[in-house]
């Protein structure tokens, strides 16, 4: 049986998250759900620098399997759904930077697994769509909200309203949108710039922006504080002010 997702650990800790249901346009199962899980827990056990969360054929992931619901009780959808919130909180809550690479649609989980990764990097035939309520059911109403601004996220689930690559990318749901032949080198850099970095530091900056976005100013300050008297501690910072110092000789 193919696997539903594949897990790559390359040199330099970055570890690559693909989405493996082509056949199936990457619909969100219960096996692919806890393949997902599975592997958010593992790249935080193996020490992981940078996560890449990408798709394998030309659909990102086309929401979740309605095929498999169809066969299920009231229970058994409650389990999958809860199944899937653990796999996108388990991907929110990964302590190092996460990039989620969308080069076909996102439909509805799709567009959550995106929007649980710290940046979107999308090319041109991207496309993000969050249809729940139109087909009767409930989902996608939490992250969008807070990316997109809460008038956009109900137009999109009242509609059915698709967001191309450039609306994304306007709207702030997509950080980087680029040519399909660019991509490799754009995610090449990415992946410089994190591996390259103090890993305390990213991991530090990480939590202070989605924890601070959470409290109130003084509050996201006491965070960033704490943030800073940790970094210190560690002592982390003097190898990157000196490799800053030799890199401007």
Do not use: H
Request: aromatic letters at 4%.
């Amino acid at each position: 049986m193919t696997e539903p997702l594949l897990y790559a650990m390359a040199e330099g800790g970055v570890a690559t998250l693909t989405l493996n249901r082509p056949e199936a346009r990457n619909a969100l199962n219960t096996a692919l759900a806890e393949a997902l899980l599975a592997a958010a827990r593992r790249a935080v056990a193996e020490q992981a620098r940078l996560v890449l969360v990408r798709a394998a054929g030309p659909v990102f992931c086309a929401g979740a399997d309605l095929k498999e619901r169809k066969g299920m009780s009231e229970d058994q959808v409650r389990a999958r759904r809860l199944k899937g919130f653990a796999a996108y909180d388990a991907l929110e809550r990964l302590p190092m930077p996460s990039v989620a690479v969308v080069t076909g649609p996102a439909v509805g989980s799709g567009v959550e697994i995106a929007a649980a990764c710290d940046f979107v990097v999308a090319t041109p035939a991207a496309s993000f769509r969050t249809p729940e309520a139109l087909w009767g059911t409930v989902g996608a109403t939490q992250r969008l909200p807070r990316i997109l601004g809460k008038r956009l996220a109900k137009d999109m689930m009242f509609t059915g309203r698709t967001l191309s690559a450039g609306e994304a990318r306007e709207a702030g749901l997509v950080a980087r949108l680029v040519a399909p032949e660019a991509l490799e080198e754009e995610l090449a850099g990415i992946v410089r710039a994190v591996t390259g970095a103090p890993p305390t530091a990213m991991r530090l900056a990480k939590r202070c922006v989605d924890e601070g976005l959470e409290r109130d100013p003084r509050g996201a300050l006491a965070t960033e504080l704490l943030a800073i008297e940790e970094n210190l501690a560690g002592g982390e910072w003097r190898q990157g002010i000196a490799g800053f110092g030799k890199a401007a000789e």
